[in-house]
């Protein structure tokens, strides 16, 4: 705001305190030259003002702000630049920025320097400026608007757009991965399992029974795997044989719904104590004796065959009881 409001006083200012005693003053001077003194509408061209003075002395410069005169106008200026030269003078330089829209020749007012009580005037430049040649009598000639120019290709810009399509198809193959997999949920259970739905409850829990034998795991020490493994079959073939989730039981919960089934009720006493004997030795750290190991197996085999039916199982055709059934696999 300072700055415009020195243009607008039309006066540029120098204010110089180096010195120069003992040497006799000199006349300060003032030049003006011009880059190009032709133009064509519209273009511009540079005034190199200079002004040398002694080194020491109080002058100013008054330039117009916006106009040179009619028709001539002061787009910018550069900053001054101040450098000593020979017998102690200094020389000021400053460029303006001009142009012109009005075709004429201009001989350009001179500008002046202010030294103390001398006004110095600086010589005249003449700036001629043209137009083009237009023939009305032959519109075909005017050229229309150019076309907007294209920019370089830049890899860098598409980036985001790169990722965004590479984001958006990983989704889709994500979307597609997850629709594929429900659609098929069928298909990925595995045939084994599919082939124990048409095995009878009791033969499959039979067969574990038998393979935990096998492995003589309480001979070993392994009483709490013993116990855990022995539940685990009961409570898949529960399960299987009665249609009650007992692998999200605990066993008072397990015991609670056998007293409902009439087939079972023969053995509740027998699965009670499987049951009661076997939370002892996994939670409560119950050393079990070598008969109490044997009879938990045999009231083991005793449950499963006298709460078996002897007909066969239809296989399963329903997607959840396959999935049930997995889900008690795991």
């Known amino acids: 705001m300072i700055l415009n409001k020195l243009k607008s006083l039309y006066v540029c200012l120098f204010f110089l305190f180096t010195g120069g ?37 109080l002058v100013y410069c008054p330039i117009p702000p916006d106009t040179l005169m009619a028709g001539v106008e002061v787009l910018a200026f550069s900053k001054p630049d101040s450098t000593v030269i020979d017998n102690n003078r200094l020389m000021i330089k400053q460029d303006i920025l001009i142009t012109s829209f009005d075709e004429a020749l201009y ?23 043209s137009t083009f040649e237009v023939n009305v009598e032959a519109p075909e000639e005017f ?8 920019p370089p290709f830049v890899l860098a810009d598409y980036y985001p757009l790169i990722f965004g399509i590479l984001l958006v198809l990983f989704l889709i193959c994500v979307v597609g991965y997850i629709i594929q997999r429900l659609r098929n949920r069928k298909s ?10 048409k095995i009878p409850p009791h033969e499959l829990a039979i067969r574990e029974l038998n393979e935990i034998k096998l492995q003589k795991l309480w001979q ?15 409570r898949r073939y529960i399960f299987r044989r009665f249609g009650i989730n007992a692998m999200e039981m605990t066993s008072y919960e397990i015991l609670d719904i056998i007293t409902r089934e009439n087939d079972a009720r023969s053995v509740y006493d027998t699965l009670k104590q499987i049951l009661q004997l076997a939370d002892l030795v996994k939670f409560a750290k119950w050393q079990a004796l070598p008969d109490e190991n044997d009879l938990s197996m045999a009231y083991s085999y005793l449950f499963v065959n006298q709460t078996k039916q002897e007909e066969m199982v239809k296989p399963a055709d329903n997607d959840q009881d396959l999935q049930d059934l997995q889900d008690l696999k795991d």
């Open 21 to 57: 005693i003992g040497i006799q003053a000199q006349q300060t001077l003032i030049d003006v030259k011009i880059d190009e003194a032709e133009l064509l509408i519209g273009e511009q061209t540079v005034l190199h003002l200079t002004v040398t003075t002694d080194n020491g002395k």
């Open 107 to 129: 001989l350009l007012p001179p500008f002046m320097v202010i030294d103390e009580k001398d006004t110095i005037l600086s010589n005249q430049v003449a700036l001629k400026v």
């Open 143 to 150: 050229f229309d608007i150019k076309e907007v120019w294209k």
């Open 188 to 197: 990925t259970i595995p045939e084994a399992l599919k082939e124990e739905l």
């Open 220 to 234: 070993q020490g392994r009483i709490k795997e013993y116990y855990t493994q022995i539940t685990d079959t009961l």
